[in-house]
Every structure is written in structure tokens, then in C-alpha cells.
């Protein structure tokens, strides 16, 4: 186990006052997980808790307009009666004390006494319950859990008790919206409590739970992983259901990461959820995304809706200073995404199943065999490029070049009857769909080998193929700055290069200078194996970088190899 962490033992203290020393709205009472609200207030105080691991939750939601105090227990277990007396003892007034309780039963017990003893010695005390859970029947033996709508929840008591309700008020209005709220789970993996130091839930590969409480604990159904916009509205569907929504519902939507799950993931995630609430005519009128009630690192996120109404949504929108509620800006939601630029639209995506398209007849039937025998090449080699890159880079070399191949198979049909004319077209398409160095380096060497094409007697002599082989490698080394031995895509390029011009300059047909260039290539990748990296990603590594060929030289060897091959398939080559 890896955690960034003292000792298993004080992990809840330390972390409580961590989060207290950003939050100029909070502090730690002593000697008790407790955070409380530094300036007291004679409204109704808004108390709860649960056990820690789900952070923010529920020490980053205390502050004015939201929690009064937020009381923590030990990783995933609920706080003691005696810390949930010492909140309400420290917050409590005149007017009340509403605990809002997600439905566990450690936690039902401990803050039901605790309010039964603060009720005993005067202390006007009241409990809602927060059971959103959706995957299981609300009539089961322990009822529905709570989960990631009892944030929701908080916000809503948090902001009635800061417009001046009663307590009975503020009771009815956290009641009303525990019941108008539901939520559906799903993770890709399980959480680390550091207390055990191994994942309580175990996962396949290609596995995915549903249903799942903020615990780590499994959920009510395992399946294989899809894709994520079939995932989302699978968990919209039962969250429709039993909230018996309707068209023309009015609701609000948070997208919760389970607290290892990217900002990209839950953007993707949301994008879906607003197009599912639109097509099922209902009226979204807040969204918030982000990592608002964890489970420590569980991959994975939930899903919630909650009817509302104009009060509702007034108590929603109301301002708070609690630090882990997100601005009110960002509650807003847009209509619809607007359209792109034209120069900025995304290349529609292939059908599912549907084979690369060949090549235009437009082009020269040997370059035609020659583009999709790279670009087949390319999308083979993905998983060996991306595990070479991740081990000595970012990961990312394999998916662009595969991505950057199939871009040039979706466009080639424009590219022109010249090969002149089809390296430079292609050099766009380069260009704009593949990420990182790779593109403008590869978009570089094309640019430079349809200008010698340009400028040469004849565009099919292999004199000029190997110049213009030379002349790319040598584009590439002057817009990146590199040079052999720098354990670069040059370490394979370049010999390559000068290892088809000897050989056309021998007198060697176009097969066989191509061949000699591959063997270069494959000779100078292997050997960058040995070198110590001085530019790109690897060089950060150093050393530690050594032992493994640069990816980009590996990724020079397919293209050509592929190359090679399909002009050995070609009788007017030779």
C-alpha cells in the first residue's frame, strides 16, 4: 500500500485539521473529530457526519449556509454517541439542532442516542434521514443507504436554517427533499483503507460493479465494463424509476466522483446525463460535477437526482462558505453545447464494427497499397507502443499515431492522384490529429518529402524516395532539435535514410534499398536501448530510462517495415 500518510492511527486527526487549516469558516474541537463553525450563530444548527474517507464530506461542507458542525469517525466508521453529543453541546441553542443522517446503521444508532441525550437535558433536537440509494428496495430489510444526494441534503436544511426557519421548518424541508432525491452508483475498481492497506473489493479487468454504497463494499450487480454513455443512462434509468419522474419534471443533477475518478471521466459522464435528461423531457435546472462525497480512491462515480420547485431550488441556489460546495456559477446549465467552428469540428466517428475504408482509386494504386499498409500497421502496434512509452514516457505514443492513421484513412479519398500532392495532404491530416511531438515532427517529414517530390524529374525514381527519406529525417532534426544519439526517433530515421541512399547509390532497385533502410532502422532502435535519453519525456528519466528502446524510434521500424513490405507487393516498385 502506498498513502500519503504518518500512521494508520492518526490519519482522521490529522486529516480534520488539515482540512479545518483551509477552511477559515471551521474548527476542531478539541480533543474530538468534530469541526465546528467558528462563529456561532442563533439559527438552527445543521450537524452531520459519518465516518471519514468520503472527504470532502463532510468537514468541507461546514460553513455559513451550509453545516454547522460535521462530526467524523474513524475510516468508513460512524462516529461515537459522545462525539455527536459534543457537537450538538457546542452548536446547540434555543433554536434547535437538526441532524441529518445518512441511513446506516452505525449511524442511525450513534446520532439517534446522541439526540436522545441532548433531548434529556433540553436541547430541542431533530433527525432526518437520508436513504437515496436506488439499487435497493426502499421496503429491504435495512432500508436504502445514503449516499451522494445527502449532500443535496445538507445544502438545503443548511440553507433554510440560514433564512431564519425553524427548526420544524428546516426539518420539513430536509425531509421533503431526502424523499425527492435518489442515487445510483457504479465503480471500476475498489478503495484502499489505509487501516487494511488492500482493496476490500476485488475487480476484474474488464469489470464493473453497480449499485455500490460509499464503503467500499460490493454492489447489488457485477457486469463487464461499456461504454461510459451506455453506463450512464443504465444508471439514469433506475433513478427515473424510482423517483417515478415524468416528463416535464423539473430536477437537479450531481455528478459525484467516488474520489479516483478524473475530471475528464466525470465531464464525459456528465455530457451524457444531460442529453439522457433532455431526451426523457425533463427539465434540468442545476448541474454539479465533481468529488463532493467519496469512498478514499474508489474509481468510479454516482449519480443523483432531486425533484424541485421554485423553493427548492431557491434554498439550492442560496449562498454558502462552505468550501467544498461548488460556486453558484457552476450550478448553471446551458441549453445545448454550441456548435463548433467549422475549422474545429470533430471527423465523425467510423460505425462500430466497420473496417478502415480503402484508399481513393484517385491516388496511384502502389501509393494507395502503401498508405493503408502503414495505417494498418499503426493500429496494430498501438499496445506495443503505448506499454514502451509508458514505461519511459506519458503512454500516449500508441494512441496517437493509431488515432492519426485511422484520421489519415478516414481522408485520404482528397488527397490527390501526385504523391507530391498526397504527402502534403497527408501532412495535415497529421497535423491536426495527432497529439503530442508526433505530430508536427511526422507532419514536418512530409512536408519536407513532398517538397524534394515537388522539386525532383521524376516523383517514382527511388533516388528520389531516398532523398526525400533523408530530407524528412533531416526536417525533423531541425524542428526538434535533436540529433542521433539523443535517443530519439532519429536514432532509427536517420540510419534508415542513409541506409537507402547507399543503397540506391550502389544501384540497388527500390525493394531492396527499402529493406536495407528497415534494417538500419531496426538496428539503430534496438541500440537507442543503450543510450541515455537527451530529449523528449525519457529525459526526465535519465537513467532509469535506459533498458528500453525509445518508443519513437520502435514506432519509426513499423511504418517503414510496413512501407517496405507493401512496396515488395508492388512489381512497377522494382
Same mark, same amino acid.
Given at each position: ?415 490527390? $492522384? =501526385?504523391? &507530391? *500532392? +498526397? @504527402?502534403?495532404?497527408? !501532412? ?6 495527432? %497529439?503530442?511531438?508526433? /505530430? ?22 527511388? $533516388? =528520389?524516395? &531516398? *532523398? +526525400? @527519406?533523408?530530407?524528412? !529525417? ?6 526538434? %532539435?535533436?540529433?542521433? /544519439? ?22 540497388? $532497385?527500390?525493394?531492396? *534499398?527499402?529493406?536495407?533502410?528497415? !534494417? ?55
Amino acid at each position: 500500500m502506498k498513502k500519503l500518510i504518518n500512521d494508520v492511527r492518526n490519519v482522521v486527526p490529522e486529516m480534520m485539521e488539515g482540512l479545518v487549516l483551509g477552511n477559515p469558516e471551521a474548527e476542531v474541537l478539541d480533543g474530538e473529530a468534530v469541526a465546528v463553525r467558528r462563529t456561532r450563530t442563533t439559527d438552527v444548527a445543521v450537524v452531520s457526519g459519518g465516518g471519514a474517507g468520503h472527504e470532502p464530506a463532510h468537514v468541507g461542507f461546514v460553513g455559513a449556509g451550509m453545516l454547522t458542525a460535521a462530526v467524523s469517525g474513524e475510516v468508513f466508521t460512524s462516529p461515537s454517541v459522545d462525539a455527536v453529543l459534543a457537537a450538538i453541546h457546542a452548536v446547540g441553542g434555543p433554536a434547535g439542532v437538526l441532524l441529518v443522517v445518512k441511513n446506516y446503521t452505525g449511524d442511525r444508532l450513534n446520532f439517534g442516542l446522541a439526540a436522545e441525550l441532548a433531548r434529556a437535558e433540553g436541547i430541542p433536537v431533530e433527525m432526518v434521514v437520508v436513504a437515496d440509494d436506488v439499487s435497493l428496495p426502499a421496503d429491504g430489510p435495512g432500508g436504502r443507504r445514503g449516499i451522494a444526494g445527502t449532500v443535496l441534503v445538507h445544502k438545503i436544511a443548511g440553507a433554510a436554517a440560514a433564512a431564519g426557519a425553524s427548526l420544524a421548518q428546516v426539518a420539513r424541508e430536509a425531509e421533503r427533499a431526502a424523499s425527492a432525491v435518489g442515487t445510483m452508483s457504479v465503480a471500476l475498481g475498489g478503495c484502499t483503507v489505509p487501516a487494511v492497506g488492500r482493496p476490500g473489493l476485488e475487480l476484474g479487468a474488464s469489470e464493473i460493479e453497480l449499485g455500490l454504497g460509499i464503503h467500499g463494499e460490493a454492489g447489488v450487480e457485477r457486469g463487464p465494463v461499456r461504454p461510459a454513455d451506455e453506463l450512464v443512462a443504465d444508471l439514469l434509468d433506475r433513478v427515473v424509476e424510482a423517483l417515478d419522474l415524468a416528463r416535464g419534471d423539473r430536477v437537479v443533477l450531481l455528478v459525484n466522483g467516488l474520489g479516483g475518478t478524473p475530471v475528464m471521466e466525470l465531464a464525459i459522464v456528465a455530457r451524457r446525463a444531460v442529453s439522457y435528461l433532455a431526451d426523457q423531457g425533463l427539465r434540468l435546472e442545476r448541474m454539479w460535477s465533481g468529488s463532493l462525497l467519496t469512498a478514499l480512491d474508489m474509481p468510479g462515480c454516482s449519480l443523483s437526482l432531486m425533484k424541485v420547485d421554485d423553493q427548492r431550488l431557491r434554498l439550492l441556489d442560496a449562498a454558502t462558505l462552505a468550501p467544498a460546495w461548488p460556486a453558484p456559477y457552476r450550478g448553471t446549465v446551458v441549453d445545448s453545447v454550441p456548435e463548433p467552428a467549422p475549422g474545429l469540428r470533430r471527423p465523425a466517428a467510423a460505425p462500430a464494427g466497420a473496417g478502415a475504408p480503402p484508399p481513393t482509386t484517385a491516388l496511384p494504386p502502389h501509393l494507395s497499397r502503401a498508405i493503408l499498409a502503414v495505417c494498418e500497421a499503426l493500429e496494430a502496434a498501438e499496445p506495443r507502443l503505448t506499454e514502451l512509452d509508458r514505461r519511459v514516457g506519458d503512454g500516449d505514443l500508441g494512441s496517437n499515431l493509431a488515432r492519426g492513421a485511422r484520421a489519415v484513412l478516414d481522408e485520404c479519398a482528397g488527397y490527390g $492522384s =501526385t504523391p &507530391a *500532392a +498526397a @504527402l502534403r495532404a497527408m !501532412a495535415g491530416t497529421v497535423r491536426r490529429s495527432v %497529439g503530442g511531438s508526433s /505530430g508536427p515532427l511526422y507532419a514536418a517529414l512530409l512536408l519536407r518529402a513532398a517538397a524534394v517530390l515537388d522539386a525532383a524529374k521524376s516523383d517514382d525514381a527511388p $533516388s =528520389t524516395w &531516398a *532523398a +526525400a @527519406l533523408s530530407e524528412g !529525417a533531416a526536417a525533423i532534426a531541425q524542428l526538434g %532539435g535533436a540529433a542521433v /544519439g539523443d535517443r530519439t526517433m532519429l536514432d532509427a530515421l536517420v540510419p534508415a535514410g542513409h541506409a537507402c541512399a547507399r543503397a540506391v547509390a550502389d544501384g540497388a $532497385s527500390g525493394k531492396e *534499398a527499402l529493406a536495407q533502410a528497415v !534494417a538500419a532502422a531496426l538496428q539503430g532502435a534496438a541500440a537507442s536501448a543503450d543510450l541515455l535519453p537527451r530529449r523528449g519525456r525519457s529525459s526526465y528519466l535519465g537513467e532509469r530510462a535506459v533498458g528500453c528502446p525509445d518508443p519513437g524510434a520502435v514506432a519509426v521500424t513499423v511504418w517503414l517495415s510496413a512501407l517496405a513490405d507493401a512496396v515488395d507487393q508492388t512489381p512497377e516498385a522494382a
